[in-house]
T-cell receptor, first 109, second 113 residues
């Protein structure tokens, strides 16, 4: 059965303290891996799509990487406005998105 | 700006009273999705439309129905809401199935009293 596991469930960082969020997956026929940001009470906001192992994408303080078993979202020198839940989702060979439960990030000044 | 719009943002209904949530999009995307997200849980796909073709997930309760009268609009009907149906309902669109990114609306928070 396809599965997406995100860790940690929650992460508290001091402003400027870099860290990484993990998304591990088992999926039949990975077609793509997606990262979304979700603020409380709002819909997920698209961040990145990764298609193949070794691929990396960057946006401001965020960098996403992909291996055959997992993806990392690296946050460099985070700011309080980076506080949100970060969702990982994989697309299997039926084209459905399977989401993880997310990592809730809090960045304190 | 092209976007996905959901109305209302907050909906309160009574146990067993039918409710309709709406989604519209200006992206001209072929595919529209409805997800249910409960607190601290992953979004769960309820169904999706590819153009007019309706695709129901096997575990979506019969209590949930959907309509897509045209490319821009899609509706989620909950015929007899129960307390367990209280959740955030998310609409998403993509240009086509496959590797295209799904773009989400802001969601509708449903409360059942």
């Amino acid at each position: 059965e396809d599965q997406v596991t995100q860790s940690p469930e929650a992460l508290r960082l001091q402003e400027g303290e870099s860290s990484s969020l993990n998304c591990s997956y088992t999926v039949s026929g990975l077609r793509g891996l997606f990262w979304y940001r979700q603020d409380p009470g709002k819909g997920p906001e698209f961040l990145f799509t990764l298609y193949s192992a070794g691929e990396e994408k960057e946006k401001e303080r965020l960098k996403a990487t992909l291996t055959k078993k997992e993806s990392f979202l690296h946050i460099t020198a985070p700011k309080p406005e980076d506080s949100a839940t970060y969702l990982c989702a994989v697309q299997d060979n039926t084209d459905k998105l399977i989401f993880g439960t997310g990592t809730r990030l809090q960045v304190f000044p | 700006d092209a976007m996905v719009i959901q109305n209302p943002r907050y909906q309160v209904t009574q146990f067993g009273k039918p409710v309709t949530l709406s989604c519209s999009q200006t992206l001209n995307h072929n595919v529209m999705y409805w997800y249910q997200q409960k607190s601290s849980q992953a979004p769960k796909l309820l169904f999706h439309y590819y153009d007019k073709d309706f695709n129901n997930e096997a575990d979506t309760p019969d209590n949930f129905q959907s309509r897509r009268p045209n490319t821009s609009f899609c509706f989620l009907d909950i015929r007899s809401p129960g307390l367990g149906d209280a959740a955030m309902y998310l609409c998403a669109t993509s240009s086509r199935t496959g590797l295209d990114t799904q773009y989400f609306g802001p969601g509708t928070r449903l409360t059942v009293l």
